[in-house]
Every structure is written in structure tokens, then in C-alpha cells.
């Protein structure tokens, strides 16, 4: 997993679709899409934008 699909989840992510789509977009394990939104919600991680 590289920084541009860290970054294209978050902003799937922003713009409201599900962890199994942003899975099948990003081509990644759902189980990073969930550890990623986690820290979203919980303001650990900060992206400008």
C-alpha cells in the first residue's frame, strides 16, 4: 500500500461511499479502508484538502 492509495481512500471515503466500494476502487484490503476511516473519525489523521 502506497501513499497515492492511502490518499484516494481518504477522498473516496470524504466523498461518502462504503467500505466495500472504496475496497473494490482503491484495490485494497477492506480491512485498511476500516483502520483508515477509524483514524479519520477519530482526527488522528489529517489531510489537507
Known amino acids: 500500500m502506497n501513499k497515492e492509495q492511502v490518499l484516494q481512500t481518504i477522498e ?3 466523498e461518502g461511499h462504503s467500505l466495500t466500494d472504496v475496497t473494490k476502487i ?3 484490503n477492506v480491512m485498511y479502508v476500516s483502520v483508515i476511516r477509524k483514524l479519520m473519525v477519530m482526527n488522528l489523521i489529517n489531510i489537507e484538502g
Open 12 to 14: 473516496l471515503l470524504k
Open 26 to 28: 482503491a484495490k485494497i
